[in-house]
């Protein structure tokens, strides 16, 4: 806390950077380069550029200026961290007095404390509370333990206090020591700021002046690139001429290539169609062999099933040709009846499309616009309205127009829009229709022939005859009118009233509503007789604002036969006014009626509502039950039961016992009948089937067992209507004959049983109860009527009898359960209904008196009064045997008579006492537990089994535990349910080595104890663990969560052993030394630890890794697998057997006989056995082939994997502990592991389905790219879906950056169901086999995907040795042509393309110099001579493609020069992949005029042709110089061939070898016709070259086309030879072929003395 306040100043001026560094720097002159103007130096001050003396003077008088502007600022800015440090040291030390305060006032309260608790203590021990003394001495260590602890903080804090105040001091002194500077900086202030401004200003003007020279340097710089890009620009659109010319001409001769690949490719799918169809056609062949054999197998099974079943019915004893006639005709029937539901689906097919196709006919001609009309002429329609408007303006009826007799009569969409109901309307209507006619008549006749053909045929035959309308019938028409005629008319009478009709507005509001309130609102004609005249009055109110009108419109037509209206429109009727509406009904039918009377209004149209209810019988009961409660037998009481008619209509009521018999008519609320008739055939009985209500089987009267109920009537109502029988529904008198019950004479009713009952009456008839046998006595009566509409009425009487005056209210006391030895009290209360005292002795049954007592045993009872007995029950163990018949052993229920005598009384009273004695017994199982042998780091955990025997629930709990041994749950108290087990968990947990023996008590609600006694020997192992148990987090399917710990060996002393060393018990003590362990894994766990088996030093620790990976089991895998391809074998089976329903279509003809059931049973027996047989062989062999590796095995997996719910394992994994190294083992020899002296590790293993799964490759998580060419990339796409219900943040782990694998699309977020696709790319270096992992981290787990790919060498060889393809002499303007072969040596397909460095840019070439101005050593350039036209020297087929594993490509080399030269050259450049070059040929060619040519002798030009053009006759013109025009023909042109010998003088002793070369004369092979064919040669001055020494052979000769001649020359040096001079010789060649050639031939000789 304590800072140095001396070394505080100095400090800060030592690090403080300098101010002027900030001021000084420029800006970047292109950051603000546009901002400057134009201008750059000619503004510029001329003093700037060239510094004098004088501004060094001023610089060194302004040097100490600067230095002491630094000090003064350097100081400001310590005086103010000065402050700063003094107001946060001055706050830290309030805080610290505030904190020392609180523990001052801290340590008093626990001294306070102490001191209590140790007058506390000291009083307990005085007593003797052990107890007491122990919890208090807890205590008085603990107060004393934090005194202490405040102690050492006070002494701490004071210590920091006084430091702090003298860091404070220290800071107030070097305050006051700066305080005149402090002054001194104020005061300074100003002038500073004004300096800080001035060099501000300066340094501002100095950089734009240097930006200004900036810029002008930059414009200069910019005009020259500027000019040089643009030089540039056109050497580059040169260069592009120059290439876009020879992609042209590659173009043309690719369309030419092209077109000749596309003529063989067009040959090749001739030929390849041709051989389908063969194949095709033998294909067809083997298939009609096999559906014929398919045919006659399946005929000849058919046949033996025939012979079968009729083997099968002949030996039953049935006619099977009878049988077989009828299978045959309910086949055929079967087949019509298919073939009939088929017609019909074609025909409603084709009838709905003739509808849609006439409805879009239809609205064409709607859409259509009407033709004109001659303007002279008018049609039937204005005739028509003509008329219309004259009868409405009142002129009279006029003659309509009438239509032809002979037309078709139809509805007129046009006249449904009219305007007013006329009396003629059926004229008018055939009128309008007779138009309609005549306007479509064309649409008619297309119309005519897409008509659809009627379902039932014959209504269009030419014999049918029409329907003829009898005679009576013609002259009658419907009332009124027909309907059409007034749906017709309908309309324009609406159109009328709405002109009549308008909106009433008064003060701006407009009316809406009912224009007039009616009274009554509803007018009801109740309980009506027919014939009688019933009249209402309805009073109509104006309700608008204004003057309203009300007008009659009428009744509805249903209505219109029984109501009249009488109605006088009163005219204008002001608001509030009303006016009376006269209602008559005269009803005809017996029936219901409702409508309304309709009212038009100026403001719009009302109604008011009718109604006619006819009579009808409302009855009903005022009660269901009557209760006449406890009489004593021979009383005699009344009750009264009212029968209510609250309808118009009266009937004949009877009231009866509900079990006697009466003809009543079935309704709906007392019988459902529903009667079922099927008609099989004429002969056919019809069946009956009747249902009674629930109402009648509700009371206790039997039900007769040959009525079906409702639910078996309503399975055969359905069964025969789906059957396609008829069912009618009739209504049945049933006579219901019910067996009389036992006579009852209790209950009777009164004089009143049956009778009529008038409407709006009720009717009051007596039930009279006369107890006759004591006990409960009740009857059910029903109430029937004559009315069949009227149901049934039921209601029951009960009542009690009893016999004597003294009674016991409860004369069954029932005790419930009862334990042994337990006492249980009841009190009885006992009636009199005496008028006198009686006196009561009370007795318990024989047996009984040891566990039983009645108190007092005898008492008076007052009249009319109550009388209270104790009952007390003590039962004792000897209570089954006391009892004897009373009480049931197997159940233990007592039933214990008691019995009340009454003085002067015969017969007693008595009553029972029921009881279930049950025992209190808890049983503990086993009664002892021997827990072995535990590790004082661990518990073991056993199961005890706590058995209630009892009847009632206990209340338990384990008292006394010792502080090693806990019992769970809810640390062994709670409460057990009768005859229940619980299982409890004891858990011990030593604390020391050593032998443990000890009882735990259980005791129960009434302090009963049970005992399990337990023992154990306690183990100090010689290694711990760090974790004794790892909770690894919820880990996905096929994912890994790894946790480490540690393995401890924490004996470090190497002395004699304590009494805490590690031992077994009581045994000796391990010794100390290096410890070995090993974990021993359960087998097939998804647990991983590594390392398993280690060594541990005193002292050490070892890490241990545990993963776990949980998998699914391969079981399981092949379990689904299998079920899967089960799935598809029954799906690929060629036995499809019909349904059972098939043969369920018999049960139509209610003809179920027992051969048909057995029959059909014993073929679908048959059937199975066949499927079983043919699935079970191939499910076999899937079985056996089914791997992991199989597409199945995957499938499988992968639904497992999405429909995984989840799983919890818990494992113990023992670690086995031993004293020893483990490499001092001798072999395999193993250690001495103690199975006792052991440690245990509890892992828990939650796994949960993966969040993503891949759905790609079915579900597999390794992509292999298989093989790939090294500088290939191949690509491979994974399928990722997220099957988790929220979204997911992707991470994935980073690959190794300078591996093969690249992730090309990392996706970020997936939504919940989402798929999204990962590409990765696998691009080999080498020829390896390269691996990663790439992990797909999210928050619910990690999905990994293992990457694997081989880098494979792309291995090319080549038939051309020492990479030179020589293509000879060719004739100028000629070609020549020749092969070579590429063989693909890898097992990849390599693409290839053959590239020309002719045609090809060099990225050096404009660096370089002219090839005919560099030495021979420096010539590197391989592209020689090339052809004037532009087109390349040399071409070559295939330029590219792919070349197959292990084959050879042929590749063909054209040499066709246009010109004459001997250097043509280029390069051939075989590359792979677009990237790799694995061949290099030199390709070579020379071209020449004439036919003759000859090679050899040394280079005397270089080879490559010049720019400049020599002349014909220029003695220095070279062979290899290019010359575009033809040889001049005034001269004969001598070239030169220089031919220089060596001879090797090796030894003066031994003579050398001549020294020899060659020459090489040949004839070029042409296609050009000459007249010689041969080229002959010849060597002029022989002798005079022999006499120096050259010896040449032949000296003439002549050459055919196509071949070469060798010319040998030889030296040998002559005597006179001499050595320092070389030889020098010239002779004549002379050529004739097409033209004559002479070629002079220089000789240099010389000897030399070395190779």
């Given amino acids: 806390m304590e800072e140095d306040a001396s070394l505080f100043p100095k400090k800060l001026l030592d690090d403080a950077p300098l101010v002027e560094d900030e001021t000084d720097e420029l800006e970047d002159p292109e950051f603000v380069l546009g901002s400057v103007p134009g201008e750059a130096e000619n503004k510029a001050d001329p003093r700037s550029s060239c510094p004098g003396k004088e501004q060094n003077a001023d610089k060194r008088k302004q040097r100490p200026a600067v230095q002491d502007r630094m000090q003064a600022s350097l100081l400001r800015r310590d005086l103010s961290h000065l402050d700063q440090l003094h107001e946060e040291k001055d706050l830290f030390i309030q805080k610290t007095r505030e904190e020392l305060r609180a523990c001052r006032w801290r340590m008093g309260l626990l001294a306070q404390q102490q001191e209590s608790v140790a007058a506390g203590l000291a009083a307990e021990r005085a007593a003797g509370n052990m107890a007491a003394v122990g919890r208090l001495q807890e205590a008085f260590q603990r107060l004393c333990s934090e005194l202490g602890n405040e102690g050492d903080l006070q002494a701490k804090m004071t210590a920091v206090l006084q430091d702090s105040v003298s860091a404070m001091w220290h800071m107030e002194i070097q305050e006051r020591q700066l305080e005149d500077a402090r002054k001194s900086a104020r005061a300074e202030a100003p002038a500073a700021r004004k300096c800080l401004q001035e060099r501000g200003a300066s340094g501002k003007a100095e950089r734009n002046r240097l930006l200004r020279v900036r810029r002008s340097v930059y414009l200069q710089k910019e005009h020259g690139l500027r000019h040089q890009k643009l030089v540039e620009d056109a050497q580059k659109n040169h260069r592009k001429a120059v290439k876009f010319l020879k992609a042209s001409l590659g173009r043309i001769r690719q369309q030419e290539r092209r077109e000749e690949l596309e003529s063989r490719e067009h040959a090749r799918r001739r030929m390849d169609a041709v051989l389908a169809l063969k194949s095709s056609i033998s294909a067809n062949r083997e298939t009609l062999r096999k559906f014929q054999a398919w045919g006659q197998a399946k005929a000849e099974l058919a046949e033996q099933r025939a012979q079968a079943e009729k083997e099968l019915i002949l030996a039953q004893g049935g006619d099977a040709f009878k049988h077989f006639c009828h299978q045959r005709r309910r086949q055929e029937l079967e087949t019509q009846n298919r073939a009939f539901e088929e017609e019909q689906k074609l025909r409603k097919h084709e009838i709905v499309s003739r509808i849609l196709k ?654 399990l006694t337990c023992r154990a020997v306690g183990v100090h192992p010689l290694l711990e663990l760090s974790h004794y148990q790892v909770k690894f987090a919820a880990t996905s399917l096929y994912d890994t969560s790894v946790a480490t710990l540690y393995v401890i060996n924490s004996r470090l002393s190497m002395n004699s052993p304590t009494p805490s060393v590690p031992r077994i018990g009581l045994e000796d003590a391990s010794p100390v030394g290096p410890t070995s362990f090993e974990f021993l894994l359960p087998p097939d766990s998804p647990i991983t630890i590594s390392p398993s088996v280690g060594t541990v030093w005193p002292g050490k620790r070892c890490l241990v890794r545990v993963a776990f990976r949980p998998v699914l089991p391969s079981e399981l895998i092949h379990q689904e697998a299998l079920q899967a391809l089960t799935k598809e074998a029954e799906a690929k089976s060629p036995h499809s057997w019909p349904p059972t329903s098939h043969f369920q279509k018999d049960t139509a003809t209610q003809r179920k006989d027992r051969l048909r059931q057995s029959f059909s049973l014993l073929r679908l027996q048959n059937q199975d056995r066949l499927f079983q047989a043919s699935a079970s062989q191939p499910l076999e062999v899937q079985k056996e ?171 090319t060889t080549c038939s051309i040795e020492g990479g030179v393809l020589n293509m000879g002499y060719v004739i100028a303007g000629e070609s020549t042509s020749t092969g070579f072969k590429l063989q693909n040596n890898s097992p990849l397909p390599i693409k290839f393309s053959m590239q020309l460095d002719s045609l090809s840019t060099g990225s050096g070439d404009e660096h370089r110099l002219p090839q005919f101005l560099a030495s021979p050593a420096q010539r590197t350039e391989v592209v020689g001579t090339q052809n004037y036209s532009g087109q390349s020297v040399f071409s070559v087929i295939p330029v590219e493609g792919v070349m197959e594993p292990g084959r050879a490509q042929d590749f063909t080399v054209t040499f066709s020069p246009d010109h004459e030269s001997l250097y043509f050259s280029d390069r051939l450049q075989v590359v792979l992949f677009e990237k790799k070059i694995s061949h290099q040929i030199l390709l070579k060619g020379s071209a020449r005029k004439h036919t003759m040519f000859v090679e050899g002798g040394d280079p005397l030009d270089v080879p490559v042709e010049s720019l400049t053009v020599i002349p014909a006759l220029d003695p220095e013109r070279t062979e290899g110089d290019p010359q575009p025009g033809p040889p001049s023909p005034e001269a004969e042109e001598l070239k030169p061939i220089l031919v220089t010998l060596a001879y090797v003088q090796l030894d003066t002793d031994t003579p050398a070898p001549p020294a020899t070369r060659e020459l090489q004369v040949g004839c070029i092979r042409t296609t050009q016709l000459s007249a010689k064919k041969t080229v002959d040669f010849s060597l002029d001055s022989v002798a005079s070259l022999q006499h120096k020494g050259f010896t040449i052979e032949p000296s003439k000769g002549f050459v055919e086309r196509g071949q070469t001649k060798t010319i040998s020359i030889s030296w040998m040096p002559p005597i006179d030879f001499d050595p320092d001079h070389p030889l020098m010789a010239s002779a004549l060649l002379q050529l004739r072929g097409d033209v004559k050639e002479t070629y002079k031939v220089l000789f240099v000789a010389q000897v030399v003395t070395g190779p």
């Fill in 358 to 1011: 006439e409805e879009a006919e239809e609205a064409r001609r709607k859409q259509r616009p009407s033709p004109a009309r001659p303007a002279g002429r008018p049609i039937l329609r204005d005739q028509t309205w003509s008329y219309v408007a004259a009868f409405h303006d009142g002129k009279g009826p006029a003659d309509p127009p009438c239509c032809p007799p002979n037309k078709l009569l139809h509805s007129s969409p046009q006249l449904q829009e009219g305007r007013s109901a006329l009396p003629q309307a059926s004229l008018l209507v055939r009128a309008v229709s007779s138009e309609s006619v005549q306007a479509d008549r064309g649409s008619l006749g297309q119309e005519a022939g897409t008509l659809a053909r009627p379902e039932f045929p014959g209504l269009w035959k030419e014999d049918c005859k029409p329907y003829q309308v009898p005679k009576e019938d013609v002259g009658q028409e419907p009332m009124g009118g027909t309907k059409t005629d007034k749906d017709i008319l309908a309309r324009p009478a609406q159109r009328l009233r709405r002109g009549v009709t308008h909106k009433q507005v008064a003060s701006r509001r407009e009316f809406r509503g009912c224009p007039f309130n009616s009274k009554p609102k509803l007018v009801h004609f109740k309980d009506f007789d027919i014939g009688k005249v019933y009249k209402k009055k309805i009073t109509l109110t104006n309700a608008t604002y204004t003057i309203n009108y009300c007008k009659l419109v009428g009744v509805e037509d249903r209505l219109g036969d029984f109501i009249h209206i009488d109605f006088d429109p009163p005219g204008p009727m002001p608001a509030g006014m009303s006016c009376d509406v006269l209602v008559t009904f005269k009803p005809t039918v017996n029936k219901d009626l409702e409508g309304n009377v309709s009212f038009l209004a100026q403001t719009g149209r009302f109604s008011v509502p009718l109604k006619c209810s006819a009579k009808k019988c409302s009855l009903s009961l005022d009660k269901e039950l009557i209760d006449f409660g406890s009489y004593v037998v021979g009383e005699t009481a009344s009750r009264t039961i009212t029968l209510t008619n609250l309808g118009g209509l009266g009937t004949r009521f009877r009231f009866l016992l509900a079990s006697e018999c009466c003809e009543v008519d079935a309704s709906p609320s007392v019988f459902n009948t529903s009667s079922s008739f099927t008609c099989e055939d004429k002969g056919f009985d019809s069946k009956v089937t009747t249902s009674f209500s629930e109402q009648l089987t509700a009371g206790n009267e039997s039900v007769p067992a040959d009525v079906p109920s409702r639910k078996e009537s309503g399975k055969l109502d359905i069964k025969e209507k789906e059957e396609g029988r008829p069912v009618e529904e009739v209504t049945l008198t049933t006579i219901v004959t019910v067996p009389p019950n036992e006579e009852q004479t209790e209950f009777s009713l009164g004089e009143i049983t049956e009778g009529e009952i008038g409407p709006f009456s009720t009717i009051k008839v007596p039930v009279i109860f006369t107890p006759i046998v004591p006990g409960t006595v009740s009857t059910r009566f029903k109430v029937v009527f004559k009315n069949q509409q009227c149901p049934t009425l039921y209601f029951k009487v009960v009542g009690v009898a009893i016999d004597v005056p003294v009674w016991v209210p409860k004369p069954n006391v029932d005790l419930k359960i009862c334990m042994y030895d337990r006492l249980y009290q009841d009190s009885i209360l006992i009636h009199t209904r005496s008028k006198a005292a009686l006196t009561l002795n009370f007795e318990v049954c024989k047996g009984l008196q040891g566990h039983l007592e009645l108190l007092p045993k005898t008492g008076c009872i007052q009249a009319l009064s109550s009388y209270s007995v104790r009952l007390k029950f003590l039962p004792r163990r000897s209570l089954p045997e006391d009892a004897g018949e009373y009480f049931d052993k197997e159940s233990r229920v007592l039933e214990a008579p008691m019995t009340i005598r009454v003085a002067d009384q015969i017969k007693p009273v008595g009553f029972t006492v029921h009881a279930i004695v049950t025992t209190s017994d808890l049983e503990l199982s086993p009664s002892g537990v021997d827990f072995g042998y535990c590790t004082i780091y661990e518990a073991i955990r056993t199961q005890v089994s706590l058995c209630n025997h009892s009847l009632l629930p206990q209340e338990f709990g384990f008292v006394g535990l010792p502080k090693f041994v806990d019992i769970q749950p809810n640390d062994g108290f709670g409460t057990i349910l009768p005859l229940e087990t619980l299982q409890l968990d004891v858990i011990f947990q030593p604390t020391k080595a050593k032998e443990y023996n000890f009882e735990l008590v259980c005791k129960s609600e009434i302090n009963r104890c049970f005992k």
């Fill in 1185 to 1355: 082939d089914l791997m992991s590796s199989s597409q199945e095995y995957r499938a499988a997996q992968a639904t497992l994997t999405r429909s995984f719910q989840g799983k919890f394992d818990k494992f113990v994994v023992p670690c086995v502990v031993a004293s020893g190294d483990t490499k001092d083992r001798k072999g395999t020899e193993p250690l001495s592991f103690s199975p006792h002296n052991a440690v245990y590790l509890e892992l828990w293993c939650p796994a949960v389905a993966p969040s993503i799964v891949v759905t790609s490759d079915k579900g597999r998580t390794i992509a292999d790219f298989g093989d790939i060419a090294v500088g290939q990339r191949g690509i491979k796409k994974v399928s990722i879906q997220n099957i988790s219900p929220e979204r997911l943040d992707l991470e994935y782990s980073v690959l190794n950056p300078n591996g093969p694998f690249v992730l090309l699309n990392p996706i970020r977020k997936l939504v919940s169901g989402e798929t999204q696709v990962l590409e990765l790319s696998f691009s080999p270096r080498e020829s390896v086999l390269a691996q990663e992992v790439l992990e797909v981290t999210t928050k619910r787990g990690t999905l990994s995907l293992a990457l694997v790919g081989t880098g494979v060498a792309s291995v």
